[in-house]
């Protein structure tokens, strides 16, 4: 069954969300100020990690450009911060 599931996204470097196979990101946006990914889902799926990280602007960028899929941006505090929100690919890790 296809539902949409959200999960907060901390603020500070890599982080994994278990999710189920399959599941497509949809969005990164705030919600009363927190974070947040959104995912269709199949929660009939068995569950996977998967791997994220975040960065402020200005902050450097470590390793393979290409290991990483650029999710979106989010701004929180008023816009004083941004962050930019990556998927590192299958297969490698934080």
Do not use: C
């Amino acid at each position: 069954m296809r539902t949409i599931w959200k999960f907060p996204l901390p603020l500070l470097g890599d982080w994994v969300v278990s999710m189920p196979r399959y599941s497509r990101i949809l969005a990164v946006q705030t919600q009363a100020n927190v974070p947040m990914l959104w995912a269709e889902v199949d929660d009939l799926q068995p569950s996977v990690d998967r791997h994220f990280e975040i960065h402020g602007t200005g902050h450097h960028l470590p390793g393979d450009p290409h290991a990483r899929t650029y999710l979106g941006t989010i701004q929180t505090d008023g816009g004083q911060f941004v962050w930019h929100i990556y998927e590192l690919e299958e297969g490698r890790t934080p």
